[in-house]
């Protein structure tokens, strides 16, 4: 399976702290994305990372990209209440263009 | 900033009953969605849509599937006969490029079949 599988499942910070998942995936991809969805709605799309690329930033967002390893992070510096959500990988293989999500990490930011 | 509307937000069918789910992607955007997020389970693709046919399909998106863009504007997902294992948050998206970009995903319209 493509999918990408998220560690850890659930994670709970304190305000202003960093919040820090990884994702690892099986087969060689274009690129990984990283999404965030709040409870009952809809996924927003963070960042974009292309295999080709190590490291992206996007405001308090890091993604680093390990194809050798097959994994990827997500970094949250400088946690919020409002950064409370889950938070996918999907990746997109060189065969098809489907996004492959994994099961997600929910984040838990304490005031 | 644009966004990708879908209605209803929720709707409750019986089982057995045919479904339309609709959505308007961004406009200037090409390729068009829908994925599927049982509770508590992981997202999963049900179809592409590309230059008014699919492009691609998962095993999900059987017979009792079918997609559709009536128009310039909407994008329908229908289910024929609905089942209870159907019940789940359906999220259309869109996109510029295959793949090469971020998906703009709509807020989901949750069905319930009963």
């Known amino acids: 399976s493509q999918q990408g599988e998220e560690d850890p499942q659930a994670l709970s910070i304190q305000e202003g702290e960093n919040a820090t998942m990884n994702c690892s995936y099986k087969?060689?991809?274009?690129?990984l994305q990283w999404y965030r969805q709040n409870s009952g709605r809809g996924l927003v799309h963070l960042i974009l990372?292309?295999?080709?690329?190590r490291e992206k930033h996007s405001g308090r967002l890091r993604v680093t990209l390990d194809t050798s390893k097959k994994s990827s992070s997500l970094l949250i510096t400088a946690s919020r209440a409002a950064d409370t959500a889950s938070y996918f990988c999907?990746?997109?293989?060189?065969?098809?263009?489907?996004?492959?999500f994994g099961a997600g990490t929910t984040v838990t930011v304490r005031a | 900033e644009p966004e990708v509307t879908q209605t209803p937000s929720h709707q409750v069918t019986q089982m057995g009953q045919e479904v339309i789910l609709r959505c308007v992607p961004i406009?200037?955007?090409?390729?068009f969605y829908w994925y599927r997020q049982i509770l508590g389970q992981k997202v999963e693709f049900l179809v592409s849509?590309?230059?008014?046919?699919?492009?691609?399909k998962s095993e999900i998106f059987d017979d009792q599937f079918s997609v559709e863009r009536p128009d310039g504007s909407n994008f329908t997902l229908k289910i024929r006969s609905t089942k209870l294992e159907d019940s789940a948050m359906y999220f259309c998206?869109?996109?510029?490029?295959?793949?090469?970009?971020?998906?703009?995903f709509g807020s989901g319209t949750r069905l319930t079949v009963v």
């Open positions: 998206a869109s996109s510029e490029a295959h793949g090469y970009y971020g998906y703009t």
């Open positions: 087969t060689s991809i274009n690129n």
């Open positions: 990372i292309r295999s080709n690329e």
């Open positions: 999907a990746t997109v293989s060189h065969n098809d263009y489907k996004l492959s």
């Open positions: 406009s200037n955007h090409l390729y």
């Open positions: 849509f590309y230059n008014n046919e699919i492009s691609e």
